[in-house]
Antibody, heavy 126, light 107 residues
């Protein structure tokens, strides 16, 4: 069965970096894109960015440009999201999700997220 | 960015009730609206994609409709496991954006 398993919770100080992993199983990794989202405590969902597992193309939310990098390792079917220069308002649960529509090209309408990781809590505190 | 506004923000209902949640887009989203259910401490779960297509394994009491700027999610007969927060999401225009959520509580 399709599974996305994320790495464990992290506690970081302001200014530090965090790298969250998302290991996929149960499907052909390179056939589906991966989107990352986050959810601050008690808040809604925020789209962070997308990566093609086929060719490594990325598209990031404008507000995170310069601080976020998304990568994949196709040999281990794992996606990674690194966020740098952490601030207190980066405290959130971070999710990866499978995107069955956008894989090679982000500029396609009609995407949705059919499988999600369990979430990784990242706490930024001094 | 397309802004998605859900109403109501919260809703109290009883088991067996019929419930409708509305999502309005700030500009046309064609039919590229998806609906998710989220329970406390869990990841969101896809219910409906492309406005009205039921995701595999989702009970048929869930349905959705709409196009353009106005969309609805309907639960025909609430079950105890349906009490959760529901989000709409548009994927017509980059970047994808979500509604603020509708919390469905037991009356």
């Amino acid at each position: 069965q399709v599974q996305l398993v994320q790495s464990g919770p992290e506690v970081k100080k302001p200014g530090a970096s965090v790298k969250v992993s998302c290991k996929a199983s149960g499907y052909t990794f390179s056939s589906y894109g991966i989107t990352w989202m986050r959810q601050a405590p008690g808040q809604g969902l925020e789209w962070m960015g997308w990566i093609s597992t086929y060719n490594g193309n990325t598209n990031y939310a404008q507000k995170l440009q310069g601080r976020v990098t998304m990568t994949t390792d196709t040999s281990t079917s794992t996606a990674y999201m690194e966020l740098r220069s952490l601030r207190s308002d980066d405290t959130a649960v971070y999710y990866c999700a499978r995107d069955p529509i956008r894989n090679t090209n982000y500029f396609v309408s009609g995407s949705y997220f059919d499988y999600w990781g369990q979430g990784t809590l990242v706490t930024v505190s001094s | 960015d397309i802004q998605m506004t859900q109403s109501p923000s919260s809703l109290s209902a009883s088991v067996g009730d019929r419930v409708t949640i509305t999502c309005r887009a700030s500009q046309s989203s064609s039919s590229f609206i998806n609906w998710y259910q989220q329970k406390p401490g869990k990841a969101p779960k896809l219910l409906i994609y492309t406005a009205s297509s039921l995701q595999s394994g989702v009970p048929s009491r869930f349905s959705a409709s709409g196009s353009g700027t106005d969309f609805t999610l309907t639960i025909s007969s609430l079950q105890p496991e349906d009490f959760a927060t529901y989000y709409c999401q548009q994927s017509y225009s980059i970047p994808d954006t979500f509604g603020q959520g509708t919390k469905l509580e037991i009356k």
